[in-house]
């Protein structure tokens, strides 16, 4: 069932554009830089992650290369947490631990400062979309390989026939705006 799309009186869904075709054919792209280039839906958005963040106690958000950076530190901000960073192999300069995940043809991976999360935080995950679930299950990874709880997983949107959710059972998840179909 799809989520509901009116937060602090704004119809969030209305400022996702849909791009046909984009990146390949048959893929309807969600775009959400009209939520970002709007005040009212910007706000909308962050205000509804952070009353997330702090429903589930969260003490810090981590958020994913590249897009996971840009709400995720408002929503830290708005939730009175810290933000911390997971990104592509190779680009924090300090000691990391690491958490491969499956693409459709290959794997990934994504890193985080080994002293980013304290042991017994709790953390909220936070990406902009969830689709297949694999980048979220590997945040939560990170989370837990450094001895912090996965507090919750926070998402402005799923793609709910990608089925990303199954990916993270176990695990408290909300999104703001869900989509049945692509």
Do not use: N, W
């Not at 042991?119 to 936070?126: E, K, M, T």
């Not at 709880?149 to 176990?170: D, S």
């Amino acid at each position: 069932m799809s989520a509901p799309g009116a937060f602090g009186g704004v119809e969030l869904r209305s400022y996702i554009r849909e791009i046909p075709d984009f990146p390949k054919e048959g893929v309807g792209f969600k775009d959400i830089t009209p939520v970002l280039s709007s005040p009212e839906a910007l706000q909308a958005s962050v205000s509804a992650l952070a009353d997330y963040a702090r429903e589930v106690g969260a003490e810090v958000i981590i958020g994913a290369e590249a897009r996971g950076f840009l709400l995720g530190p408002a929503i830290a901000l708005g939730a009175g947490c810290g933000f911390v960073l997971a990104r592509k192999p190779g680009k924090l300069p300090y000691t990391t631990v690491r958490a491969e995940y499956l693409l459709e043809y290959g794997t990934d991976a994504l890193e985080l400062h080994s002293d980013a999360v304290a042991h017994g935080a709790r953390v909220l995950v936070h990406d902009d979309l969830l689709a297949t679930g694999g980048t979220a299950k590997a945040l939560c990874d990170l989370v837990e390989q450094l001895g912090g709880t996965v507090a919750g997983c926070g998402f402005l949107i799923e793609l709910e026939f990608l089925e990303g959710r199954a990916k993270l059972e176990g695990f408290d998840v909300r999104a703001l705006l869900g989509y049945e179909a692509g």
